[in-house]
């Protein structure tokens, strides 16, 4: 996800994406941990949006 694109939502659905990103990093990680995981790179790109959606969170404040 684009930080611009980020940037156009409103805070609490900021907050939402949040939490869902989160919780597909807590799945990705278990997929990991049984070795059912296809992409580990997905990791990697949903800990970035996660840093985006936070980034952005605190500037709005």
């Not at 939490?19 to 059912?36: D, P, V």
């Amino acid at each position: 996800m684009k930080a611009k694109e980020l940037r156009e939502m409103q805070t609490t659905e900021l907050t939402t994406k949040l939490a869902e990103l989160k919780s597909e990093l807590f799945n990705l990680r278990f997929q990991h941990a049984i070795n059912q995981l296809d992409n580990p790179g997905r990791i990697e790109a949903v800990k970035k949006d996660i840093a985006r959606v936070m980034t952005i969170l605190a500037e709005k404040q």
